[in-house]
């Protein structure tokens, strides 16, 4: 499964940004589409994932901010993310757990005044 990410860009703190994760194949049968973020310096964390059965998981610092959902239609992974804080800077990474871990190539997301 090949992932191609974007959406990312620069806004303010406050502000929101809408990522788009496209994939290679249909993701109707892929166990778990998710988003993980890397800050310079720091460990590769999970954000957000969704189930094939629409379940979805939050870390802590992103609940009620971010949203994930997928369109099987498109083999599309979107993840809304709102009220942006500085600490949200990172570079995300789509991601598809299908037997094995499969990356898309990351997109920035830098939050600043």
């Known amino acids: 499964v090949q992932l191609q990410a974007s959406g990312g860009g620069l806004v303010q703190p406050g502000g929101s940004l809408r990522l788009s994760c496209v994939a290679s194949?249909?993701?109707?049968?892929?166990?778990?589409m998710g988003w993980y973020r890397q800050a310079p310096g720091k460990q590769r964390e999970l954000v957000a994932a969704?189930?094939?059965?629409?379940?979805?998981n939050y870390t802590d610092s992103v609940k009620g901010r971010f949203t994930i959902s997928r369109d099987n239609a498109k083999n599309m992974v979107y993840l809304q993310m709102n009220s942006l804080k500085p600490e949200d800077t990172a570079v995300y990474y789509c991601?598809?757990?299908?037997?094995?871990?499969?990356w898309g190539q990351g997109t920035q997301v830098t939050v600043s005044s």
């Open positions: 194949r249909s993701i109707f049968s892929i166990d778990v």
């Open positions: 991601c598809a757990i299908w037997g094995k871990f499969y």
């Open positions: 969704t189930t094939n059965g629409d379940i979805t």
